[in-house]
């Protein structure tokens, strides 16, 4: 199945989980393929050519059941493409129109949350296993060290581990979300390299947690947007060393002196995060997937940030009860 072009496909989570495979798939073959994420819509209204015989499609989703999915797949399929599906549920229409198929098994087949995180985790290990073996079966390519794949997979293996340990650290993360969500009506998500996945991700999840149209941009850019809001920003830095994170702290420093609210997700023991309103750490992993942790720390801050604004509703609801409750005793008295 192995062609020229390697596309990955998907919708929502789907395509930013894809971004992963595609950014580790075109580092392990150096640019000997053309790799992008994209989108499936994208691709079906704006990339097609009468003739993909030289296109590998990598469609994920969850359900497999994916519409703008599928009919992107079928697209692709009547062009000569081949297909490899990253999906959770067997016997889905995916997996029928896929010329194979990694399933990610990440628990029951119909997911019913929207908000839905195992997706993406999930999506994200079965995408970096697949782009080992694929850049391994590419003739020319440059061929990493053992010790180097080894690192990688060790790493993957010990992540439930280091999830483990970033879920532990949740009474931090209600505290920050809990004193600092609910103030703050904008809010932003930034990252660098794999970081901006995370950012991309955690847009989605709190969007949909929160109720919140939230910006999304490379921590360098955000400086050239319109600060005046004072946002909330969440800066997703897991994993950086040396000069890159000297500079996101500088750009933090930048963010707090606009008045925003930068809260920082970094690796234990990051130095020069001082500006930051709270720094929440994540335990160290392979550079790889320290994005992954970041992506976690930003799930629970998300569920938290979300208990927290409703829970400034509370009195609302205690007065409605209240008032209904009149409204209704005037009601039997006048009936009476």
Known sequence: CIRDRIRVIGQGTAAVAGQSTAAILDELTDGLLDVDAITATELSGFGMRLDMSDTLAIAVSQSGTTTDTNRTVDLLRARGAHVIGIVNRRSSDLTDKADGVLYTADG??????????????????????????????????????????????????????????????????????????????????????????????????????????????????????????????????????????????????????????????????????DAAAAVLEVPDTHERLGFVLATMVGHLFGYEAALAIDAQAQPLREARAAVDEIVGDVALAEDA
């Open 108 to 273: 029951r087949d119909v997911e019913m949350s929207v908000a839905s995180t195992k997706a993406f985790y999930s999506q994200v290990a079965a995408g970096m296993l697949l782009a080992y073996g694929i850049a391994g079966s590419v003739p020319g390519a440059r061929r990493h060290s053992e010790d180097a794949e080894q690192s990688v997979l060790r790493a993957m293996r010990d992540l439930p581990a280091r999830m483990e340990e970033t879920l532990a650290t949740r009474p931090s993360i209600a505290a920050t979300a809990q004193q600092l969500a609910p103030s703050r009506r904008s809010w932003a998500l930034v990252g660098n390299g794999v970081n901006q996945i995370a950012a991309r991700e955690l847009r989605i999840k709190l969007s949909e947690l929160c109720y919140k149209s939230i910006a999304c941009d490379a921590t360098e850019d955000k400086k050239h947007i319109d600060l005046s809001s004072e946002p909330l920003i969440l800066v997703c830095a897991a994993g950086l060393v040396g000069s890159t994170a000297d500079d996101v702290a500088k750009e933090v420093a930048i963010f707090a002196a606009h008045k925003a609210t930068p809260i920082v997700v970094a690796s234990e023991g990051a130095r020069g995060f």
